[in-house]
């Protein structure tokens, strides 16, 4: 039997849900990687190791998807706070789009629709 804790396409299929999720949280607020990363270890399905969200969010203000300002913090030094672009707004869009045709198209098999 196989072990689902190294299953590398759960793995894989992880790794390209963290851009959408980044994307979504940052739709609603601007937030700082700290923050980001918090919120998505309250999802288990999309938890990330501490300081993993930084090569992410590096790669998506490359993309133009979001962009970054700072601010001075009284707790401490300033943070780096991300908010969406409007090219990352059409990303996002895009793919909750495509997710929720595959989720469907998923369930119908699931469900016995072409059997």
Do not use: H
């Amino acid at each position: 039997m196989e072990n689902f804790n190294d299953d590398k396409w759960i793995t894989q299929m992880k790794k390209g849900v963290y851009e959408l999720a980044i994307l979504l949280l940052v739709s609603k607020q601007d937030m700082y990687g700290y923050e980001i990363n918090n919120a998505l270890n309250n999802l288990p399905s999309v938890s990330l190791a501490a300081g993993s969200i930084y090569p992410i969010l590096k790669r998506m203000v490359n993309k133009n998807w979001i962009s970054f300002y700072w601010v001075d913090s009284e707790d401490g030094p300033r943070r780096k706070y991300y908010k969406i672009t409007e090219e990352g707004e059409s990303v996002a869009q895009k793919r909750i789009s495509e997710y929720e045709e595959l989720f469907d198209s998923l369930q119908s098999l699931r469900g016995g629709l072409y059997e």
